[in-house]
């Protein structure tokens, strides 16, 4: 089996957890789990597609999986500067097997793995979609990762003016960016 990197830990578990991180597809060995965003057939696609390096980090306690963490690199290619940009995104904290171990704990070693592994060779370590906001909130500190507050768009430009879209909490950031400069108010 071809393994690219293996790393064993100790957390406040009985046995040490053995990190392996597969890049390549046909390493990979039968995994349990139902989570389409962490499985080998994700691994797959993003294989086959150009442009798109997986890497899928697997947890073991002695030969049992207790964990993955599937995250890919994804290589844009602009016109003007910056041509080339890679960014790491991950959907969701991972797919978690053992109920008996601490999974925030297993998802801080399985970070700080993904964040050596990936850091030299991407710009940018996006996750996306969490599923709770506040799980591995302490390890994602540790890490050096901080929070973006993303807008939320609404696209039905059909049923009403976007001004009578907006909430109230836009219309008063927006009346406040407006009377730094602006004549316009939003009502």
């Known amino acids: 089996m071809w393994i690219d990197k293996q790393k064993t830990i100790n957390l406040q578990l009985e046995m040490p957890v053995r990190l392996s991180t597969y890049r390549k597809g046909n390493a990979i060995p ?8 962490h499985s080998t057939e994700l691994f797959h696609v993003f294989e086959m597609t150009r ?3 997986p890497l899928l980090i697997v947890a073991y306690i002695g030969n049992r999986p ?22 790491c995104e991950i959907y969701g904290t991972g797919e978690y097997f053992d109920e008996e171990q601490n999974k925030e704990d297993l998802f801080g070693e399985m970070l700080e793995h993904l964040t050596n592994e990936v850091l030299c060779k991407s710009f940018l370590i996006e996750f996306r979609n969490l599923e709770n906001p506040l799980f591995g909130y302490k390890a994602f500190r540790k890490n050096n990762y901080f929070a973006i507050n993303w807008l939320r768009v609404r696209n039905s430009l059909h049923s009403k003016v976007p ?8 219309k008063r950031q927006i009346n406040k960016a407006l009377r730094n400069g602006q004549h316009q108010v939003c009502r």
């Open 30 to 37: 039968p995994l349990p789990g139902t989570n389409i965003f």
């Open 51 to 53: 442009g798109y390096e």
């Open 66 to 87: 207790v964990g993955k963490l599937l995250a890919v690199i994804r290589k844009s290619m602009r016109l003007f500067p910056p041509a080339i940009i890679k960014r």
């Open 163 to 170: 001004y009578e879209r907006l909430s109230m909490s836009r």
